[in-house]
Every structure is written in C-alpha cells, then in structure tokens.
C-alpha cells in the first residue's frame, strides 16, 4: 500500500498537465480573436466628414496602441508565471 501523500502528488501532477492545457488553449484564442479583430476595415470614401468638422471621438488611430497592450500584458504574465514557478521551487 502506498503512503497517502503518493497518491496525493500524482494526483497533483496531473492537475498541473491539464492547467497547462487550459492556459495554452486560453493563449491561442485570445490570439485568435485579436488577429480576427485586427483585418483592416472598408477603405475611406474620401471628402469630410458632414459639417467640416472631426468624426466624434477625434481622428487618432488606435491599431499600434492595441499590439502594444497586447504585449504588455503578455510580459506581465510571463513575469507572473516565472515569479510562480520560482516560489515553487523554492518550497
């Protein structure tokens, strides 16, 4: 018969494989969506806007800030997943 805290770290094991899974999965359709989200729109008619004026919201683009975002908060769960795993080792 198998000590009690055998049973209990193969059982451990096998919760970590399938975390793995979920992140990964996780990770690619976020990325999936993000691609989707990041075609290019019609192309502009031309002329100005009605009333000469800016459209609402004024004229930035905002397609270089997104993959920017996008980035940042990639490292930052980098940092969070390395930081983890280090505590880990450490016990």
Do not use: C, H, W
């Not at 009333?51 to 930052?76: N, R, S």
């Amino acid at each position: 018969m198998q000590p009690k805290y055998v049973n209990m770290l193969k059982k451990n094991i096998k919760m970590k494989k399938i975390n793995y899974k979920k992140y990964i999965l996780s990770l690619i359709m976020i990325i999936a969506v993000t691609f989707a989200y990041a075609t290019d729109g019609p192309p502009d008619p031309g002329g100005t806007p009605v009333g000469g004026e800016d459209p609402l919201g004024g004229g930035a683009p905002i397609g270089g800030g997104t993959f920017i975002l996008i980035a940042l908060g990639a490292a930052y769960g980098g940092k969070k997943i390395y930081d983890y795993r280090k505590k880990e080792e450490e016990e």
